[in-house]
């Protein structure tokens, strides 16, 4: 595995891709071999010992490191995977794509700009002096004072309520009643002081209208529900296919409010290295400090990893490794073509 690094001395995505051929696809996604190609990432980058746990949430400083999934949803329906697929872990930040997509469902695309902005911030995920650099306003979704903004915007006359419509919501992305892990939550509640005060910063802002703890804490609840590598993935293929979920049928957003979500989540999804991810693999995606991520290539599928070891921005290393492995043999790369051949 090669790791680049930042003139500070962290690092930048890692990549180990020189003997992987690169495919250029612009059109339908190839599925016959997809089976075999996750197989051959999950084998190649099982044995990756970098990151760390993410020791400051108390229960996920507890996640087993061998832990590693692989799986994919294609837009057809089908679903493959290899690994730990069935392994529950909580969805932490990842959440924070798909309740952006229900606001923008709701409220609609002008009103969230407005509130909530699409520019990165270019510093970590839970910066206070981001929010403070730019007026109180939380920059975009992906970080957590634009989440909290975030859910504080799905409808519901009380907290309770909200978070019935966040789960139920996150459900329908997943094709299946997702549950809150009650640990999870606990855990978080004691170790969010600092969401607590970003929270707080909204509102003497004027961006929050209700009680910033109520919006803390749901934003809490809706890191804390249980999924699996293979939610992932059907989740990430909802938004590939237009809003409507392959396993199911059911259509959960617009096929507007899609594009407007991967586009945010294209500039945003690996806080201050997306810029570096969108550059080396090429497609949106979002990633969670319990080591999951999700990456979805439009009108194709998505994939869904999971490993909890984490590098310095708190992205899954194995989980990047993986997916840009599968971008390049896949040709997911948005920006990828290849020169038009003349007879």
């Given at each position: 595995?090669?790791?680049?690094?930042?003139?500070?001395?962290?690092?930048?995505i890692?990549?180990?891709?020189?003997?992987?051929?690169?495919?250029?696809s612009?059109?339908?996604?190839?599925?016959?071999?997809?089976?075999?190609?996750?197989l051959?990432?999950?084998?190649?980058?099982?044995?990756?010992?970098?990151?760390?746990?993410?020791h400051?949430?108390?229960?996920?400083?507890?996640?087993?490191?061998?832990t590693?999934?692989?799986?994919?949803s294609h837009?057809?329906?089908?679903?493959?995977?290899?690994?730990?697929?069935?392994?529950q872990?909580?969805?932490?930040?990842?959440?924070?794509?798909?309740?952006?997509?229900?606001?923008?469902?709701?409220?609609g695309h002008?009103?969230?700009?407005e509130?909530?902005?699409v520019?990165?911030?270019?510093?970590?995920?839970?910066?206070?002096?981001?929010?403070?650099?730019?007026?109180?306003?939380?920059?975009?979704?992906?970080?957590?004072?634009?989440?909290i903004a975030?859910?504080?915007?799905?409808?519901?006359?009380?907290?309770?309520?909200?978070?019935?419509?966040?789960?139920?919501?996150?459900?329908?992305?997943?094709?299946?009643?997702?549950?809150?892990?009650?640990?999870?939550?606990?855990?978080?509640?004691?170790?969010?002081?600092?969401n607590?005060a970003?929270?707080?910063?909204?509102?003497?802002?004027?961006?929050?209208?209700?009680?910033?703890?109520?919006?803390?804490?749901?934003?809490?609840?809706?890191?804390?529900?249980?999924?699996?590598?293979?939610?992932?993935?059907?989740?990430?293929?909802?938004?590939?296919?237009?809003?409507?979920?392959?396993?199911?049928?059911?259509r959960?957003?617009?096929?507007?409010?899609c594009?407007?979500?991967?586009a945010?989540?294209?500039?945003?999804?690996?806080?201050?290295?997306?810029?570096?991810?969108?550059?080396?693999?090429?497609i949106?995606?979002?990633?969670?400090?319990s080591?999951?991520?999700?990456?979805v290539?439009?009108?194709?599928?998505?994939?869904?990893?999971?490993?909890?070891?984490?590098?310095?921005?708190?992205?899954?290393?194995?989980?990047?490794?993986?997916?840009?492995?599968?971008?390049?043999?896949?040709?997911?790369n948005?920006?990828?073509?290849?020169?038009?051949?003349?007879?």
């Amino acid at each position: 595995m090669v790791m680049s690094y930042t003139s500070d001395g962290n690092e930048n995505i890692p990549t180990d891709f020189d003997d992987v051929v690169q495919q250029v696809s612009t059109g339908t996604l190839e599925h016959n071999r997809i089976d075999e190609l996750l197989l051959e990432a999950h084998d190649r980058y099982s044995e990756v010992d970098d990151g760390l746990l993410a020791h400051y949430i108390p229960v996920l400083g507890q996640a087993n490191p061998e832990t590693f999934a692989i799986a994919m949803s294609h837009v057809g329906g089908s679903l493959h995977g290899v690994g730990d697929c069935k392994h529950q872990f909580s969805i932490q930040s990842i959440s924070k794509m798909f309740v952006y997509a229900l606001v923008l469902q709701e409220h609609g695309h002008e009103a969230v700009h407005e509130r909530i902005g699409v520019n990165n911030t270019g510093m970590p995920f839970n910066s206070v002096m981001a929010v403070e650099l730019n007026n109180g306003h939380p920059m975009n979704p992906m970080v957590n004072a634009g989440a909290i903004a975030t859910t504080e915007m799905i409808p519901g006359k009380s907290s309770a309520k909200k978070w019935e419509n966040v789960r139920e919501g996150l459900s329908a992305f997943a094709g299946r009643p997702l549950i809150l892990d009650d640990e999870v939550y606990e855990s978080e509640s004691e170790a969010n002081e600092r969401n607590k005060a970003l929270g707080r910063l909204l509102k003497s802002y004027g961006r929050l209208e209700g009680d910033p703890l109520n919006a803390v804490d749901v934003y809490t609840k809706q890191c804390s529900l249980n999924i699996t590598a293979n939610d992932l993935a059907v989740m990430g293929a909802t938004l590939a296919d237009g809003g409507i979920n392959p396993v199911t049928g059911q259509r959960v957003v617009s096929a507007d409010v899609c594009r407007d979500t991967l586009a945010t989540v294209a500039t945003n999804g690996l806080y201050e290295r997306s810029g570096d991810w969108l550059f080396e693999i090429g497609i949106p995606a979002k990633s969670g400090v319990s080591g999951g991520i999700v990456a979805v290539a439009p009108g194709k599928g998505a994939i869904g990893a999971f490993s909890p070891l984490l590098d310095m921005a708190g992205n899954s290393v194995r989980a990047q490794l993986a997916i840009g492995h599968l971008s390049r043999a896949m040709g997911l790369n948005l920006f990828a073509s290849a020169p038009e051949r003349r007879g």
